[in-house]
């Protein structure tokens, strides 16, 4: 019997040992892997920035698509383009100590802050070509800026972010523009436009499309939370008292995605008709709730359940919502760029092309959400708040760690020998950060 336990105890270390030599290798390919993939991205940067979309032979630069052709020079702003490559390269510093992201993560900060706007936000696409190695201060252009696509908001989160580990006073003056710019542009009933300065049209609407105010306000309270200055968070709960002030009457507790200065829902793009918006309801409780979790004020939980109600009674079938409903009917309406200024509603006759490039129907997240505001309904504040903030054991991080392994070693494989993760016929911004911070990720866990 001593021999067998003896024996099963022999087998066990060597299975332990085993398992963790196999881990150190991965680590240490996943470490590699990620130098060569930034390596490579790094150089077919401008001054520091990117484009969404590269030709292989880099002769070619869009934007969000490749329609969307960019001039020499410029840099994309709009996600997944330069400030969510940057958010990639501080993790990758977080991750591994290595300077080589630090210095990554600060020419992607250089390039916004000398990309952006004289007023503090940013447009779609800026040009760096004033930004040379020894520029010392920014020179900015005139011009409005956007909320659209979390573009003005996601280049000063980056910042905001960035100014965790890196010192420079051009860092330090651009964040204090672009948070004096969030508080200017906001209205005064706590809403942000699409555009400011307000350029006439749905795009000075009060605007939850695309996130928008949504953005703005987890902004300021990221602003809040990393300054401590409490305008920041008057800021975010104005926000907040704009999305309860805005709730459509029951029985379509909902939101719509734009609202003109009448506070009625109102067409934006020629495809983009009035209506009660499950999407934007969907982030508007998720909003709340963060509002509710930072400030503990219960009136930011008040307007959920009638919402929930409204999404309940909508349902078309099993986990489908359409994105938009008739305001007074509840019918499902539809828009169409091949049929526009008009409000459609039979989905089967909205052309395939419309039916396949704006969701039109989907999930939008609502069980996920729904099932959050069950915790935070059952949970005291604090210890719901605490769940998510808890530092993972080295059990459950190795265990992480382990499930992530088949994935990882697939994202290693698909560089190819000059470093890059090539999408088809192009290099995109969005596969690089989407593989990059699964490594980043791994060798987190992996510590």
């Known amino acids: 019997m001593k021999k067998k336990v003896v ?36 150089s077919i940067s401008t001054n520091g920035g990117y484009c969404g979309i590269y030709s292989l ?48 993560a600060r020419d992607v900060a250089r390039a916004l802050v000398w990309g ?61 523009l672009g948070l004096q710019f969030m508080l200017k542009s906001q209205f005064e009933n706590g809403a942000w436009p699409q555009w400011y300065p307000l350029r006439g049209g749905y795009h000075d609407y ?35 008292d704009f999305i309860v002030m805005s709730q459509l009457a029951a029985p379509q507790a909902g939101w719509a995605q734009q609202y003109n200065h009448d506070m009625k829902p109102a067409w934006a793009r020629t495809f983009e008709p009035p209506g ?22 219960d009136k930011y939980l008040k307007p959920i359940d009638a919402a929930i109600e409204w999404l309940n009674d909508s349902m078309l079938g099993e986990h489908l919502w359409a994105r938009l409903y008739e305001v007074g009917t509840n019918r499902q309406i539809y828009g169409d760029r091949m ?11 909205v052309s395939v092309k419309e039916r396949t490039s704006y969701g039109w129907r989907g999930e939008y997240g609502v069980a996920s959400t729904i099932r959050r505001y069950e915790r935070v309904k059952s949970a005291s504040n604090e210890a719901f708040a605490d769940a998510g903030q808890r530092p993972l054991s080295k059990k459950e991080r190795s265990r992480r760690a382990l499930a992530m392994s088949g994935d990882v070693k697939s994202v290693i494989g698909d560089l190819d020998e000059k470093g890059r993760w090539v999408s088809g016929d192009t290099i995109t911004c969005q596969t690089f950060v989407q593989n990059a911070s699964m490594l980043c990720r791994y060798l987190e866990y992996a510590k």
């Open 206 to 240: 009060y605007t939850f499309n695309d996130n928008s105010i949504n953005d703005c306000i987890g902004l300021m309270l990221n602003a809040h939370r990393t300054y401590g200055d409490k305008k920041y968070l008057r800021s975010a709960m104005r926000g907040g």
């Open 276 to 297: 009660v918006c499950s999407a934007a309801t969907v982030r508007n409780i998720n909003t709340l709730i963060d509002l509710y979790l930072y400030t503990k004020d």
């Open 7 to 42: 024996c099963i105890a022999l087998l066990t270390t060597v299975f332990v040992c085993h398992s963790a030599l196999a881990e150190d290798a991965l680590r240490r390919q996943a470490a590699e892997a990620l130098k060569r993939a930034t390596s490579c991205f790094r």
């Open 116 to 176: 952006q706007r004289q007023i503090g936000g940013w447009d779609h696409r800026v040009d760096v070509s004033h930004l040379t190695p020894d520029a010392k201060k920014p020179v900015r252009r005139q011009g409005r800026c956007t909320f659209d696509d979390k573009i003005t908001q996601g280049a000063l989160e980056f910042l905001i972010d960035a100014d965790a580990v890196i010192s420079e006073p051009w860092l330090d003056e651009a964040i204090e």
């Open 339 to 349: 049929d526009g200024n008009k409000v459609h509603y039979d989905y089967e006759k």
């Open 57 to 104: 032979d880099l002769k070619q630069r869009y934007g969000e698509a490749t329609y969307e052709k960019a001039k020499d020079n410029e840099i994309w702003v709009q996600p997944p383009g330069t400030p969510t490559v940057g958010q990639c390269y501080l993790r990758a510093y977080k991750a591994t100590g290595d300077k080589f992201y630090f210095d990554a």
